[in-house]
């Protein structure tokens, strides 16, 4: 059994460490590197949240779409994290309803 676990473990150690890259909803590449993401099972709207806190991105999945929304500050991304609706709070507080909206990425 410690055999075992010493193998398990020494094979993690030696696998690489490879960033995961998403697709956004304009077909635009993001590595997730620098973002903390947190899977979302308490909403039936979003499905995972990803915030880069130094470049203030946030990247919300809904139905399997990323979308990417920039400019979002900390403090909006807390209260987002912990409505009691989640969805109902990204759709009067984030969603983007035009280009060139509050939190558009500008292209």
Not at 30 to 38: G, M, N, Q, S
Not at 40 to 65: E, H, K, P
Request: proline residues 3%.
């Amino acid at each position: 059994m410690v055999r075992a676990l010493a193998l398990l473990l020494a094979q993690f150690a030696a696998a690489p460490i490879v960033s995961e890259t998403i697709e956004t909803g304009e077909r635009r590449p993001i590595d997730l590197a620098t973002f903390e993401c947190r899977d979302i099972s308490r909403s039936t709207v979003l499905q995972r949240v990803c915030y880069d806190r130094a470049q203030q991105n946030l990247i919300i999945a809904i139905n399997g779409t990323y979308d990417r929304y920039c400019g979002v500050d900390s403090d909006t991304v807390d209260r987002l994290l912990g409505a009691p609706s989640m969805g109902q709070f990204f759709n009067r507080n984030i969603r983007r309803q035009d280009v060139g909206s509050r939190y558009d990425c500008g292209g």
